[in-house]
């Protein structure tokens, strides 16, 4: 019963890879991407795009030069990534401690083990698990599942999580049916089914490629 379960599992997460084909995100470098990543909390890749291009125009985005920056220049200029007035404090907090402690290199944290990286990592502002994970995916290369709001929505409602299950508990869930080299990949496609179809409040389940096999399918 369990072989089949996992089976139907796997299944699904196929037909949503295969409905949905994404192209990779390409990631800066380590810095760049963890500040694209901390202003894109909360808000959508729009909108974070417009703020990171526009901090760009104003600042080289390196920790030596942020560190030096004050909230009050950083804040018009990421204004429309929303919750600025916490965003810029803290990618300037960051950008301080990384140039002390890293001398600027954000890599030397990247190099390390998985957890060993993803627990320092998380002792920056701004940085919690799942820009943690972002950061390990997509510059350091680890076969790792960030997991947002889309993620967790869909790995829930297909039965693959517990409906109470926190950030951890979901990635390892997902990653224990996908192979390591198509997690990076899949993750995004789960991301596209999230905003395109499996949606929050109210789910498209008419149009749904995998209704008949969905636990939470309402057709």
């Known amino acids: 019963m369990r072989r089949s379960n996992t089976a139907m599992k796997s299944r699904m997460l196929g037909i949503i890879g295969v409905k949905f084909p994404v192209t990779v995100w390409k990631a800066g470098n380590a810095f760049e991407t963890l500040v694209e990543t901390i202003l894109s909390q909360n808000t ?26 004050r909230p009050s220049d950083l804040i018009p200029l990421i204004r429309q990534a929303g919750l600025y007035r916490s965003k810029a404090p803290r990618i300037i907090e960051a950008s301080r401690i990384i140039e002390d402690r890293y001398g600027g290199r954000l890599e030397k944290v990247l190099d390390q083990p998985y957890q060993t990286a993803k627990e320092e990592l998380m002792t920056l502002p701004g940085v919690g698990p799942k820009t943690a994970d972002i950061l390990l995916a997509f510059v350091a290369k680890n076969p790792v599942i960030p997991v947002d709001t889309h993620i967790a929505r869909v790995t829930k409602r297909l039965g693959i999580a517990r409906s109470r299950a926190d950030y951890e508990e979901v990635r390892t869930s997902l990653e ?21 179809v499996c949606r929050a409040p109210r789910a498209r389940c008419a149009i749904c490629p995998i209704n008949k096999l969905c636990p939470s399918s309402t057709v």
Not at 176 to 196: C, D, M, T, W, Y
């Open 44 to 69: 959508n890749d729009r909108n974070s795009g417009a703020a990171m291009s526009r901090l760009r125009e104003g600042y080289k985005v390196t920790p030596r030069t942020l560190s030096a920056a």
């Open 176 to 196: 224990a049916l996908i192979p390591p080299r198509k997690r990076v990949r899949l993750h995004l496609s789960i991301i596209r089914f999230g905003r395109e």
